[in-house]
């Protein structure tokens, strides 16, 4: 069974950055589109940003420009690197596979401050 252990969340003031790390507990990412979520409280689940194995990517429209996503197959690790953060980026967030999701992990808060 893989296990997703999510990184890096904390409480910033707008404008700020954080970096999200997300490290399995074995190597999936060679061969897996990988992507970023969050749930906001009294919210649905997002996809936030994807990368494919071939180092694609696609980003929500809410966070295009100032978030970036990468992988780094060998540590079993895909990163999300967020700037010029907004209080709407607050949220649990959360990594997994763009499709057939593995068990979700336990997240990471992120809580932007205005």
């Known amino acids: 069974q893989v296990q997703l252990v999510e990184s890096g969340g904390g409480l910033v003031q707008a404008g700020g950055s954080l970096r999200l790390s997300c490290a399995a507990s074995?190597?999936?990412?060679?061969?897996?589109?990988m992507g970023w979520y969050r749930q906001a409280p009294g919210k649905q689940r997002e996809l936030v940003a994807a990368?494919?194995?071939?180092?694609?990517?696609k980003y929500a429209d809410s966070v295009k420009g100032r978030f970036t996503i990468s992988r780094d197959n060998a540590k079993n690790t895909v990163y999300l690197q967020m700037n010029s953060l907004k209080p709407e980026d607050t949220a649990v967030y959360y990594c997994?596979?763009?499709?057939?999701?593995?068990?979700w992990g336990q997240g990471t808060q992120v809580t932007v401050s205005s």
């Open positions: 997994n596979k763009e499709y057939n999701y593995l068990p």
């Open positions: 074995k190597s999936i990412f060679n061969v897996n589109a």
């Open positions: 990368i494919t194995s071939g180092g694609s990517t």
